[in-house]
């Protein structure tokens, strides 16, 4: 079965008849050795609970009342295209509100948040793309000309170094070196501690139990950061200020169909979120995707020698390999929701397994493996299994913007660089904040001096 044709199965029928059946069925076990079964087993253990329960599993752990996860293309195609003012992704992302602001648009649901996605949506699609390309390109080349030669580096750091240089400078447009250094500084002082191993688990959890000095770290680094951002809003909104082609200027100049504009809290919230989520998840992405085509000289090959749609396909398969969003979830508010021959509750969460969904055998043969040819010809994945960005009214804003970043890098390194990986295996991963990153950084040496830089 191709995955096209598996995305296109219905899911399990009602008989006529049948009762209808609230909740799919799932272990019976305490919530605490459920928790165990997530920390310890992981992947494993969600793939255990599909082979034993089916397609959907109600499951419980010690942190909440019970949710479903979803492990099957046709039921989340059904939760994708399902109303999105009844299915809460906004709710589902709660426990980001405090690192982005509770006005940011992963936190917002229904018409609130469909308006600020309308007003953030257009500097990141279509042909706004293209005058990205330079910006990234020379991102890429400064850091290239700071790696170090016969020396071991870590990729991970170096390429947050610059996704966060791209985003800042697409964000807020040309500043001065002072500005943009100091925002730099601010934006990593305040997610480091967050995306260490249980960072987000030590700051928003652990106050409850009296534990709070994490907390206050990442407290007053924020302030230093929402201190920069807010002068920057401010100096957008002076009488006479020339408006500039980037993100801020325009989310200060948008106006809804009754002439109200952002407030300065919500506009903060949304340059916090870009600035954030813009750059860790694609550095993230791009590291393990490095890791991978590194190790693969035919892959390199074929990547130099720009045969078309190759690279596209190359990051697409590094997306699947290794999923940097494990799962994504929607909260369902307002009346039960029908899913296959389930009517879910009011209340529960419904999340779609992405990771467990990118290596299912019958969707992605050979699953462990890195086939870039999964994603050419008329077979590819489609948009039911092959989630990435997640999907529906709440898939990723950035997706294209993100693709095309790291294509312009990818290039760009293979182009000037000779790297060779240092481990004799892939990286593994372990969990940073909500994201799956290489535990060691995907540590590398370069053999050479880079190549000069070449005009674009």
Known sequence: MTPSEAVLTAPPAVPAGAAVAALPP??????????AGFVLGGRRWLEFCRRRYGPAVFMRTVFDDGFVMVFDPGLVRELFQGPHLQLNAGEANALLAPLLGARSVLVLDGAEHLAHRRLMLPPFHGRRLEGYEDTIA??????????PVQSPFRLLSTLQSVT??????????????????????????MIDPVTQPRGMLSLFLAPRLG???GRRRFLAAQAELDELVSAEIARRREPGFASTDDVLSG???????????????????????????????????????????????DV???????????????????????????????????????????????????????RVIHERRDLYPHPRRFLPERHLGPDAPDTYTWLPFGGGTRRC????????????????????????????????????????????????IQRQAPRPRAPR
């Open 251 to 297: 989310l200060v100049a948008a106006r809804d169909g009754d002439g109200h504009g952002l407030s300065d809290e919500e506009i903060r919230d949304e340059l916090v979120t870009l600035l954030v989520a813009g750059h860790e998840t694609t550095a993230t992405a791009l590291a393990w995707t490095f890791d991978l085509v590194l190790r693969r000289p």
């Open 138 to 147: 020379q991102a890429t080349d400064a850091e290239i000309d700071r790696w």
């Open 300 to 354: 390199l090959t074929r990547i130099r020698a720009r045969e078309a749609g190759y690279l596209d396909a190359v990051i697409k398969e590094a997306l699947r390999c290794r999923t940097v969003i494990p799962g994504v979830g929607r909260v369902v508010r307002g009346a039960p929701f029908a899913l296959g021959p389930w009517r879910i509750p009011e209340g529960v969460e419904i999340n779609p397994s992405i």
């Open 397 to 444: 804003l950035g997706a294209s913007f993100a693709q095309m970043e790291m294509r312009v890098i990818i290039e760009r390194v293979l182009e000037r660089c000779e790297l060779t990986p240092i481990a004799r295996r892939p990286d593994r991963p372990v969990f940073r904040a909500i994201t799956l990153a290489p535990k060691h950084g995907v540590r590398v």
């Open 164 to 189: 966060l240089t791209v985003v800042i400078r697409a964000v807020f447009g040309t500043l001065d070196t002072a500005t943009e250094t100091a925002l730099r500084d601010r934006i990593r002082a």
């Open 211 to 213: 534990i709070d000095r």
């Open 26 to 35: 799932g272990p019976r076990l305490p919530p605490l050795l459920q928790t």
